[in-house]
């Protein structure tokens, strides 16, 4: 089962185990419309090879019931939106924390199942040391962070404490087809693609770890399948870093744009809450696991230009220099 699969990398994960012949069956959050998120968009025949749940991870009845007859839960149902952190924070302890809780009991009262639950290298905060390694102290720089940090956390103690069958995978800076919109990449592509001049952003100087969602989706099949013991965390990352500034110019590059950039300081994080670089050690995920990024940033760029220049609306674009 995967949890949050009609999300963006959940969706990509559902592809790749139907690929690979799997069961899977699809926890998607529940709606009025019946709509499954980026699965509605799966060719018919892979549409229909999955068991769609529509749910809710806060829900621990119908997560107990999703997961009463699987082997492997992938636990990626999250809210993910730094800045809607600092606006709705009980939302994300809610849904991070509680959510991740309900999937743990589930998974503890089972033997036999394993569950990977997914991480996120903003719980480092900004680090004291780089790169950075999974026995790096964390800190919460975010409303966000904190409670992914909880839920991480919860994860351990259930492994040590009851002896749950669970691993955390810790992606750094995932990209990709169906990333969310207002995310800085696509916010910047989708500008760009509509031919936008003067593209508004918010601090350049931050550097991230990027890795293209094909990679990150291989590192949770990887995980698990791997023999590595309950509790084990590895993080998945490329060992280069980017700034926002270096990205803005290399997607100027694939588009073919001459667009100029708007620094907006409302666009910003607080200054204590901003995460200055994030740089992976990706040598543990290589040596457990058998783990290597395989896509370079360029080509995954231009992978995700190709796959949202026909998907650019103009009016869409055009609120993000608002």
């Not at 749910?55 to 809607?84: C, E, K, M, T």
Request: hydrophobic fraction near 40%; include cysteine; glycine fraction near 6%.
């Amino acid at each position: 089962m995967v949890t949050g699969a009609d999300g963006f990398i959940g969706s990509h994960l559902v592809e790749r185990l139907i690929e690979e012949s799997a069961s899977v069956r699809a926890f998607c959050i529940y709606n009025s419309n019946g709509s499954c998120g980026w699965l509605d968009e799966l060719a018919e025949e892979k549409f229909d090879a999955v068991d769609i749940t529509l749910g809710d991870i806060r829900d621990s009845r119908a997560v107990r019931n999703a997961i009463a007859d699987v082997d492997v839960v992938f636990h990626l149902a999250a809210l993910i939106a730094i800045p809607y952190s600092y606006q709705a924070p009980e939302s994300f302890v809610d849904t991070n924390i509680s959510g991740t809780l309900n999937v743990l009991e589930a998974v503890r009262d089972r033997d036999g199942v394993r569950m990977v639950h997914t991480s996120t290298s903003e719980v480092y905060g900004t680090p004291e040391t780089v790169p950075i390694r999974e026995d790096h102290p964390i800190r919460g720089q975010s409303p966000y962070s904190a409670t992914k940090i909880a839920a991480d956390q919860m994860c351990e103690a259930y492994a040590r404490s009851f002896g749950a069958d669970v691993v955390i995978l810790r992606p750094f800076n995932t990209f990709g087809p169906r990333q969310s919109a207002r995310a800085v990449l696509p916010t910047i592509l989708t500008q760009l693609l509509a031919n936008q001049q003067r593209i508004r952003l918010g601090n350049l100087t931050p550097r991230r770890d990027l890795t293209f969602v094909a990679d990150t989706v291989d590192g949770f099949m990887r995980m698990a399948e791997s023999d590595v013991p309950n509790g084990t965390l590895i993080q998945l990352g490329t060992g280069q870093t980017v700034s926002i500034g270096e990205l803005f110019d290399l997607c100027c590059k694939i588009t073919g744009s001459n667009a100029t950039i708007v620094t907006e300081a409302e666009r910003m994080r607080p200054d204590a809450s901003e995460v200055q670089i994030l740089l992976s050690d990706p040598s543990r995920a290589k040596d457990l696991i058998g783990w290597v990024p395989t896509y370079t940033l360029e080509d995954g760029l231009r992978r995700t230009a190709d796959w949202l220049a026909p998907r650019v609306d103009a009016k869409k674009a055009a609120r993000y220099q608002r």
